[in-house]
């Protein structure tokens, strides 16, 4: 059974930083482009960036770039999003998910075929 499972999400002030690790089991996960999104209250999932296999070309949402990075460790099945200079704005929960396809798309909720069951991330003072 294909799986992916966030953690690492908690309570963080503005302006620090947070790891998340998207672990997934069933499945290679190497051979797959991986994306975040994210879910604020209120409002719809938006894409965060995705990660393709191999080159591990990154390509991120205008409202993290220079923030937040990802990346891969295949040995362990798992991808890693790197969140810093964290915002209020950041708030909400984070999924992991993924397609069939190697290569970054459109960072379209609709598209994905696998998702985790996200973890959720607090920004507040």
């Known amino acids: 059974q294909l799986q992916l499972v966030e953690s690492g999400g908690g309570l963080v002030q503005p302006g620090g930083s947070l790891r998340l690790s998207c672990a997934a089991s069933g499945f290679a996960l190497g051979y797959y482009a991986i994306y975040w999104f994210r879910q604020a209250p209120g409002k719809e999932r938006e894409g965060v960036l995705c990660?393709?296999?191999?080159?591990?070309?990154?390509n991120y949402a205008d409202s993290v770039k220079g923030r937040f990075t990802v990346s891969r460790d295949n040995g362990k099945n798992t991808v890693y999003l790197q969140m810093n200079n964290l915002e209020v704005e950041d708030t909400a929960v984070y999924y992991c998910a993924a397609t069939e396809y190697s290569g970054c798309s459109g960072l379209r909720a609709d598209a994905m075929r696998y998702w985790g069951k996200g973890t959720l991330v607090t920004v507040s003072s």
């Open positions: 990660i393709s296999n191999g080159s591990g070309r990154i």
